[in-house]
């Protein structure tokens, strides 16, 4: 791709600078482990080997390199999910001989990898699918590990599974219930329904099938669970005069919940993966379906009723410059560049606090103060940092394939 800069005004420049010296300075993060691509020292790894590209900084790469050596050497083996585990410290170490900001090296995960091929299928045996916490997160890692004849099997038996697990009553839909909070309090943590995201659902789901069907993983098979499962997905749309497009979850006998703007959740983040996703079955139909979903979105601007607090990919303003640019970058339609500027200045504009990292902090509705310094790529100043980047260079982000915002599988 001929990745275009969007903007290249110096205070943005001066701002990701401020992140680089913050993150190079704050390379081990409390409370994460070691191997945590979204919020630990896996992650900073991936932000300053990007770092070392875009400042042309010999020490931030020297640094980066370090960052990795001690990474690899000090795995916990204590977890193995893709969000704070092993699966995504492997897919690093891909991703980083993927785009050559590292030598190709032998796989030194080879051992880890049946580990986690094990706890993959565990995990969905009992119907334990989430992406970021739970079996499909490592089921996209060990799709960059193929060809190997037993992560292929091991794959195909995903597949399996899931055809198995298929809750749905006709012949036209797929879709399986999860608990809808697993996360929050212990009362929430028992409410079942179906959840329709990007990050731990239904849309999730379906990009990883995709990324199945490109790799000829039982192929027709899953394709098949795949066309089901998108038209389950497009049944849940609701009528534009909702607000959104699509709700958070579908659970019996409730109203549908109105989505905020967001990668995690809503219209955003289920948007520009339904149009990924339609593009690798070549369904032109559900393309044009998430285009206007995204235009949709474009018009939602009002911060509070859709809950754009702070900066970060996850749930905030970074998170949608970050897409629109991506669509923009795709498609070359202007609506997506003016949105995707629109989020930058309100991504510098929430820089406002005196005591933050380069101005920003993190809110946390369940904190005790709600606002917290965060440096990992999530939730952030990394991440804030990454889609800065992005924003104002000509070095395409392929990092946001750990967001399912991209896909390096051939």
């Known amino acids: 791709m001929n990745w275009k800069a969007i903007s290249i005004e110096k205070s943005i420049l001066t ?18 482990p070691i191997e945590s691509l979204f919020s630990g020292q896996a992650g900073n790894t991936l ?31 204590k977890q193995y999910s893709y969000c704070n585990g092993l699966a995504g410290a492997g897919w690093l170490l891909c991703h980083l001989q993927t785009t050559q900001l590292i030598e190709p090296q032998d796989n030194i995960f080879e051992e880890v990898d049946s580990l986690l091929l ?50 749905a009553k006709n012949q036209e839909d797929a879709y399986w219930y999860a608990i809808l909070n697993p996360m929050r309090k212990p009362d929430e ?61 579908i659970e019996e006998n409730m109203p549908p919940t109105h989505s905020r703007l967001a990668w995690c959740y809503g219209d ?76 930058l200045q309100v991504t510098l504009d929430k820089a406002n606090f005196e005591d933050g990292l380069a101005g920003f902090k993190t809110y946390y509705a369940s904190a005790p103060t709600n606002w917290r310094n965060e440096v990992g790529i999530l939730e952030g100043v990394a991440g804030i940092g990454l889609a800065l980047m992005a924003a104002t260079s000509t070095i395409e982000p392929a990092w946001d394939e750990m967001l399912l915002l991209s896909s390096s599988l051939k």
């Not at 701002?15 to 994460?32: F, G």
């Not at 997160?137 to 599974?161: D, F, R, S």
């Open 15 to 32: 701002k990701i600078e401020e992140i680089s010296k913050i993150v190079s300075t704050n390379i081990h993060q409390q409370n994460a």
């Open 47 to 77: 932000y300053m080997y990007y770092a070392s590209v875009f400042h042309q900084n010999t020490d931030y790469r020297t640094q980066a390199d370090e960052m990795l050596e001690s990474m690899v050497s000090q795995l916990s083996f």
């Open 118 to 167: 094990q706890d993959m299928l565990k995990l969905l045996k009992e119907g334990k699918y989430d992406y970021l916490h739970e079996g499909l997160g490592i089921t996209h890692y060990l799709l960059h590990q193929l060809p190997n004849p037993t992560i292929q099997k091991a794959l195909e038996e995903v597949v399996g599974l899931l055809v198995q697990q298929n809750k």
């Open 189 to 249: 943590a028992t409410r079942i329904g179906v959840n329709l995201s990007l990050s731990h659902g239904l849309t999730s789901i379906a990009f990883i099938l995709a990324e199945l069907y490109k790799k000829d993983i039982a192929t027709e098979t899953t394709k098949n669970l795949l066309i089901k499962l998108l038209h389950y997905i497009w049944s849940c749309q609701l009528d534009s005069s909702f607000g959104c497009c699509f709700p958070n979850v």
């Open 268 to 343: 955003v983040g289920m948007g520009i993966a339904l149009w990924q996703i339609a593009k690798m079955i070549g369904h032109e139909g559900y393309q044009a379906k998430a285009i206007d979903v995204l235009l949709h979105s474009t018009k939602r601007r009002n911060i509070v009723e859709n809950y754009v607090l702070d900066a970060g990919l996850c749930h905030g303003s970074a998170g949608l410059l970050h897409i629109y640019n991506r669509m923009y970058q795709h498609t070359g339609i202007e609506a997506f560049k003016e949105t995707a500027l629109y989020w």
